[in-house]
């Protein structure tokens, strides 16, 4: 396999363990000879934040949408979830071997009050609300969901983030022996994402706790995951144990496995095409027939959100910033 196939295995083919391991030589061959010029994504910090304001008008009409929903069982069972297998169905079909209660979070880094939290500590005088809203994988396909969730941003603050919190980074628990994908190399456990400070701080970034009114399955990413909707799926980790504030930016799972793929932005954008497909139409799991994908429909920007968060990324090149 050449270096240029090996760095380009879609999302969904990433099983083999030899085509794994040839790729991460790949990438870290890669880092060492920047004169190759396929660096992707690179190390430099993106441009600060713009801070402007958010109309509430505007906001609140990102915390719903009237469009068909997904079945719960659809919504159940076709699902990314390394840790409990590659396969769509796998996760669903796994032996329920997560541990959700007791379930404790460590946060910490730059802030004022870090802490090991229990997952109600956590979520402390905070009412779970019901936001609706489309999630678009980077592989193409996309599912309308009712979350059960609290906005990011309340919880964070409670942790007096400093000024040198310019990141967020989230952590995935790692224990083998209730995620069994893990004793697999399919991914670098444990699972990272990260999120710049105003992306965690968003009012549409939602540390969710359930879906259609009901606590989040396992395959869902019990007891608590990131639902992040203007981004590609896989920047809403699922079972969640650590989140860290930090200055520079963090390592992410895909972004390290191969970054001229999987950036650390990952804004959905028709425009900017993955480098073996195109990202200009998406198929919805609507839920409604005996189909499981709906027609083709297009894709839209920041997955329909550009209205609540473009103005995040005032002046960056989201061709660059990918
Ligand atoms: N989080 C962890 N820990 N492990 C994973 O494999 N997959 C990601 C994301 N979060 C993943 C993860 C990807 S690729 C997608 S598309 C979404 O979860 C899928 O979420 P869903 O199964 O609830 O649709």
Same mark, same amino acid.
């Given at each position: 396999?050449?270096?240029?196939? &090996?760095? +380009?295995?879609?999302?969904?083919?990433?099983?083999?363990?030899?085509?794994? +391991?040839?790729?991460?030589?790949?990438?870290?061959?890669?880092?060492?000879?920047?004169?190759?010029?396929?660096?992707?994504?690179?190390?430099?910090?993106?441009?600060?934040?713009?801070?402007?304001?958010?109309?509430?008008?505007?906001?609140?009409?990102?915390?719903?949408?009237?469009?068909?929903?997904?079945?719960?069982?659809?919504?159940?069972?076709?699902?990314?979830?390394?840790?409990?297998?590659?396969?769509?169905?796998?996760?669903?079909?796994?032996?329920?071997?997560?541990?959700?209660?007791?379930?404790?979070?460590?946060?910490?880094?730059?802030? &004022?009050?870090?802490?090991?939290?229990?997952?109600?500590?956590?979520?402390?005088?905070?009412?779970?609300?019901?936001?609706?809203?489309?999630?678009?994988?980077?592989?193409?396909?996309?599912?309308?969901?009712?979350?059960?969730?609290?906005?990011?941003?309340?919880?964070?603050?409670?942790?007096?983030?400093?000024?040198?919190?310019?990141?967020?980074?989230?952590?995935?628990?790692?224990? +083998?022996?209730?995620?069994?994908?893990?004793?697999?190399?399919?991914?670098?456990?444990?699972?990272?994402?990260?999120? +710049?400070?105003?992306?965690?701080?968003?009012?549409?970034?939602?540390?969710?706790?359930?879906?259609?009114?009901? &606590?989040?399955?396992?395959?869902?990413?019990?007891?608590?995951?990131?639902?992040?909707?203007?981004?590609?799926?896989?920047?809403?980790?699922?079972?969640?144990?650590?989140?860290?504030?930090?200055?520079?930016?963090?390592?992410?799972?895909?972004?390290?496995?191969?970054?001229?793929?999987?950036?650390?932005?990952?804004?959905?954008?028709?425009?900017?095409?993955?480098?073996?497909?195109?990202?200009?139409?998406?198929?919805?799991?609507?839920?409604?027939?005996?189909?499981?994908? &709906?027609?083709?429909?297009?894709?839209?920007?920041?997955?329909?959100?550009?209205?609540?968060?473009?103005?995040?990324?005032?002046?960056?090149?989201?061709?660059?910033?990918?």
């Amino acid at each position: 396999m050449s270096l240029r196939d &090996a760095l +380009r295995i879609p999302l969904r083919e990433i099983t083999d363990e030899a085509v794994y +391991r040839e790729r991460r030589h790949l990438v870290a061959a890669l880092m060492a000879a920047p004169a190759l010029g396929i660096t992707g994504c690179s190390r430099a910090e993106a441009p600060p934040p713009p801070g402007k304001p958010l109309d509430p008008t505007r906001l609140k009409a990102g915390f719903g949408t009237r469009e068909e929903r997904t079945t719960f069982q659809d919504a159940s069972t076709y699902n990314n979830f390394y840790e409990f297998g590659t396969g769509k169905a796998d996760p669903s079909r796994a032996p329920k071997t997560l541990r959700t209660s007791p379930w404790t979070v460590a946060v910490g880094g730059a802030c &004022a009050k870090p802490g090991r939290v229990s997952l109600d500590d956590l979520l402390r005088g905070q009412k779970p609300e019901e936001r609706v809203y489309r999630l678009r994988c980077v592989e193409g396909w996309s599912m309308v969901i009712p979350w059960l969730g609290v906005p990011l941003g309340e919880v964070l603050k409670r942790f007096q983030p400093s000024s040198k919190a310019k990141y967020v980074a989230f952590t995935t628990l790692n224990d +083998r022996k209730q995620m069994p994908g893990q004793s697999y190399p399919s991914l670098d456990w444990p699972y990272r994402e990260g999120l +710049r400070i105003d992306e965690a701080m968003h009012p549409l970034t939602l540390l969710a706790t359930g879906m259609y009114g009901k &606590a989040l399955p396992q395959q869902n990413g019990a007891p608590l995951r990131l639902v992040v909707p203007w981004k590609y799926g896989f920047k809403s980790i699922k079972s969640i144990v650590a989140i860290t504030f930090t200055e520079k930016r963090p390592l992410t799972s895909w972004n390290e496995m191969a970054s001229d793929e999987y950036g650390f932005f990952s804004n959905v954008n028709p425009a900017v095409d993955h480098p073996r497909w195109s990202q200009k139409t998406e198929r919805r799991i609507a839920g409604t027939g005996s189909k499981l994908f &709906a027609d083709r429909i297009p894709t839209r920007a920041f997955n329909g959100y550009g209205d609540q968060v473009a103005s995040l990324y005032a002046g960056m090149d989201l061709r660059k910033w990918y």
